[in-house]
């Protein structure tokens, strides 16, 4: 059973913030339309709609202003489909994780993780310097010129 929703309602749960403006700019048409809903759906209940018949006709006719879709374009939306299954395992519009796409990049990623590590380890080889040891500049850098001493007056 779908509520009604006031405005106070739309402008607080349905009005898309932050990351989601810019999540929905590669779709198009009902695509576009249906995956912010679905967004704010999630947002709002920490789960998704199981079909057009959870989400209110207001909170519709909002949403699909924001991302300048009409709200009729909802009814081409296909809710059982590959791309709900897509948007439904990646709400944030993000890609699947490293490990689910596939054993070159996780490879990759260790690869890199493993030069970091070694790179911090070899940092920790060099004596710290702690504010009671005076340190002084190595002899490669040039001397400061005389101009650079005094203020401008």
Known sequence: MVVKVDEDELIEHWTRVGDELGQVAGKRGATRLGFALLLKFYARHGRFPRGRGELPDEAVAYVARQVGVP??????????????????????????????????IARRIDRQVAQVAAAIRRCGSY??????EPSTPPASLPAVHPSARTPPG
């Open 71 to 104: 709200s009729s374009d909802l009814g081409f939306y296909e809710w059982d489909g590959r791309t709900v299954e897509y948007h439904r395992a990646h709400p944030a519009g993000r890609r699947p994780a490293p490990e689910r796409r596939g054993p070159g």
């Open 127 to 132: 004596p710290a310097l702690s504010a009671a």
